[in-house]
């Protein structure tokens, strides 16, 4: 098992305050940070939200979320100056930036993105300029600079150091305009991964991420929606099907048991539409058994 860390990061400045902010306490009432036998290494506390769309670069709070994602990449850095393993719960899907900022701070890494939706957007196709729509966008240097180049440091990460597995949007994105995804990132959508396997498919996203010439290891971010929407309907944006809670273990097992992987973010889960908890301790179970074993 691996020697955790947990942080908690509940920000919404990139979505909305629908109550994806309780993220942290419904997983760490569930048992998880026990489960793990994981330190709690602390909470980087939300910033007061706006929401008003700045008329600038036409974001939701960009100076908010770039000055909580400087925060956040601070607490992730301390983790991992520890030598432990950072896993942070959002909040919403700009938490990665924070989490990518801490990496980018120490050299080249990659990522391996598991979420329902590509969140690729331009503020001007996104309908209400929510970065959580845009942050793999913005990690890639993409958009506002005050997103796109936080501390001088942007891109956050190379095109050909993603991989995008399991998203099922591709023609919700393309009425709304979206960017198309460049061609040198790593697109595996979820009737490919359907078409290899789970555990293929993971496998060669970890090759990807590891092979020749790849950086020093790859965070995970999971956004929950990237499962089906039967089984996990506690997210605001909800799409048809996704992954089983097997595929998605099986896809976080493999992931986790390389040695390239240094942390995790759990993202959108909202326990205000998971009223028996239910959901969250299915949830929690995934990560469990996810990390059972590994080094």
């Not at 991420?209 to 929950?224: E, F, M, N």
């Amino acid at each position: 098992m691996r020697d955790v860390a947990i942080v908690e990061a509940p920000s919404v400045l990139g979505l909305r305050p629908t109550g994806v902010e309780e993220l942290p306490e419904a997983l760490l009432a569930a048992g998880l940070a026990e489960g793990l036998g994981a330190v709690r290494a602390g909470r980087v506390e939300p910033l007061a939200y706006d929401p008003e769309r700045d008329p600038d670069t036409g974001v939701l709070n960009p100076d908010g979320i770039a000055a909580y994602s400087v925060a956040l990449a601070d607490a992730v850095s301390a983790v991992l100056d520890d030598g432990r393993f950072p896993v942070v719960l959002g909040g919403d899907c700009s938490v990665l930036l924070g989490n990518l900022l801490a990496l980018r701070r120490r050299g080249r890494h990659g990522l391996l993105f598991l979420d329902g939706h590509t969140d690729f957007y331009q503020p001007s196709a996104e309908p209400a300029g929510e970065a959580a729509s845009m942050e793999l966008a913005l990690a890639t240097g993409r958009g506002p600079r005050v997103l796109a180049d936080l501390e001088g440091r942007g891109p956050l990460l190379r095109d050909e150091d993603v991989v995008a597995l399991g998203f099922r949007d591709s023609e919700e994105s393309a009425v709304y305009g979206m960017q198309p995804l460049p061609s040198a990132l790593h697109a595996m959508e979820l009737d490919s991964v359907r078409d290899l396997g789970a555990a293929e498919a993971a496998r060669r996203a970890v090759g990807l991420l590891t092979g020749d010439g790849a950086g020093a290891g790859y965070w995970i971010h999971l956004d929950v929606d990237v499962l089906d929407d039967a089984v996990m309907p506690a997210v605001d944006y909800r799409l048809p099907d996704g992954l089983t809670w097997q595929e998605l273990e099986t896809v976080l097992r493999t992931a986790l048991s390389d040695g390239g992987a240094v942390g995790l973010d759990v993202a959108i889960f909202n326990p205000r539409l998971d009223p028996s908890g239910s959901l969250a301790e299915r949830l929690t179970e995934c990560l469990l058994r996810s990390f059972d074993g590994q080094g």
